[in-house]
């Protein structure tokens, strides 16, 4: 007799708490989805990044222009002096 009552109710276990199943898998998963979505928030995606660098590198490009044109105005009011370009380069580390 106990075997027939325990095997009912393990029958009528997941017909009774059939909508609460998915409830508890959410509440299950619900700490690695928050994890997951830390991780994508403190890291740099590769899009970020690629656009994080062309930014930077126009800025030194504009850095090298205005130092180029500077350069060139000295050298066209005294090209005795002037000798090859010696600033700043984007893209080369000093």
């Known amino acids: 007799m106990r075997k027939t009552v325990l095997i009912a109710m393990a029958v009528m276990i997941p017909l009774a708490v059939g909508g609460c199943v998915r409830t508890a898998a959410s509440v299950v998963t619900a ?14 995606s590769q899009e970020e990044a690629d656009r994080n660098y062309g930014r ?25 002096t002037c000798g090859p370009y010696d600033g700043y380069v984007a893209g080369r580390d000093r």
């Open 31 to 44: 700490p690695f989805k928050a994890a997951g979505q830390v991780v994508d928030w403190t890291t740099t």
């Open 56 to 80: 930077k590198m126009r800025k030194a490009e504009a850095r090298e222009g205005r130092e180029r044109r500077a350069w060139e105005k000295r050298c066209r009011k005294d090209p005795e």
